[in-house]
């Protein structure tokens, strides 16, 4: 099997790439933007994996820029039951305002980004 592109335009003058390898994973998404009669690009992601589990994205320049931190799941391996695969953690990209950890909690019927808040009454 060889690699694959697809790419994505939409109204608003942004094109969308991703290319995929032989396994079907998407190995790279980058971002085209219209500036000024000319094709720009934006911003490039490249996904690591170990197996068929991303572990991490980085960005043109081969920079980490997300790593995904995984542990067993309820069928005691790494992907064994579906759903987020292990996922335990995520921590925020350094260039987010927050320095905290993205915690996946799975529920029923969805995957919660993170854990709910409360909120103080004033």
Known sequence: MTD????YVSLSLSVISLGYDGKLRR???????WTNSAWV?????RYVYDDNVVV???D????????YTR????????EGAGGIGGLLAIPRPL?????????PMPTATSLLSSPPTRRKNH
Request: proline share 5%.
């Open 4 to 7: 694959r592109t697809l790419t």
């Open 27 to 33: 190995r790279v998404r980058t971002e085209f933007v």
């Open 41 to 45: 690009t934006g911003q490039v992601v």
């Open 56 to 58: 991490q994205e980085r």
């Open 60 to 67: 043109q320049y081969n920079v980490p820029q997300l790593t």
């Open 71 to 78: 542990g067993s799941d309820l069928s005691g391996s790494f």
């Open 95 to 103: 260039s987010a305002p927050s320095t905290s950890i993205i915690m």
